[in-house]
């Protein structure tokens, strides 16, 4: 177990509204990876920040925005919720090209 | 453009009955597959990683094996514990993120 920490576990919010989730991943894990995960689905790529620097994207709209700070830790903002936003979001937090680690996920519900 | 497939979608065993799991993949230049065990509302947890056609991990009652254009995960005299979704991943010479695919449903019956 990597250790890696989300926040919140579940959160109902309304169309339109803004999000914020929150990761930690485990002291010297530089990379943090978002996932967003549908029911019935795999894990979809957002993008990935290393060094705090957005260093690569999937296919997703521009309402979806990240952050990562110094000790590593990383936001997940998502503006002007669809109910198509609902899903378990994933970080996952990793070093170099090896295998990932995931935390436990955020449970949002849009409605 | 780069594809990861997963069949069958579920598969239920009785407790003992042996199985695999099968991971296709399409994609240009593999830096590595992955497979990962998904609980139910959880995260997913890593199982093993493969990086070169011919190679084999074990552990315990799974075994991973990797060809040029699938892997499978081999789940041998399974218990109702194993029970869980099984996703496969890749991961790209030109890119960092894992593609994944929308994994196998897997129920063991007592």
């Known amino acids: 177990d990597a250790g890696v920490t989300q926040s919140p576990t579940h959160l109902i919010k309304t169309r339109g509204q803004q999000v914020t989730l929150r990761c930690s991943p485990k002291?010297?894990?530089?990379?943090v990876s978002w996932y967003q995960q549908a029911l019935g689905q795999g894990p979809q790529f957002i993008f990935q920040y290393y060094e705090e620097e957005e260093r690569q994207r999937g296919n997703f709209p521009d309402r979806f925005s990240g952050h990562q700070f110094p000790n590593y830790s990383s936001e997940l903002n998502v503006n002007a919720l669809l109910l198509g936003d609902s899903a378990l979001y994933l970080c996952?937090?990793?070093?170099?090209?090896?295998?990932?680690?995931f935390g436990q996920g955020t449970r949002l519900t849009v409605v | 453009e780069d594809q990861v497939t997963q069949s069958p979608e579920a598969l239920r065993l009785q407790e003992g009955e042996s199985s695999s799991l099968n991971c296709s993949y399409t994609?240009?230049?593999?830096?590595?597959l992955f497979w990962y065990r998904q609980d139910p509302g959880k995260g997913p947890e890593f199982l093993f990683t493969l990086y070169s056609a011919g190679e084999e991990k074990e552990k315990e009652r799974l075994k991973a094996t990797l060809t040029k254009k699938e892997s499978f995960l081999h789940i041998t005299a399974p218990k109702p514990e194993d029970s869980a979704t099984y996703l496969c991943?890749?991961?790209?010479?030109?890119?960092?993120?894992?593609?994944f695919g929308t994994g196998t449903s897997l129920t063991v019956i007592p």
């Open positions: 996952a937090e990793g070093k170099g090209s090896t295998e990932a680690f």
């Open positions: 002291s010297g894990h530089d990379t």
């Open positions: 994609v240009s230049g593999l830096r590595g």
């Open positions: 991943a890749v991961r790209v010479a030109t890119g960092n993120q894992f593609y």
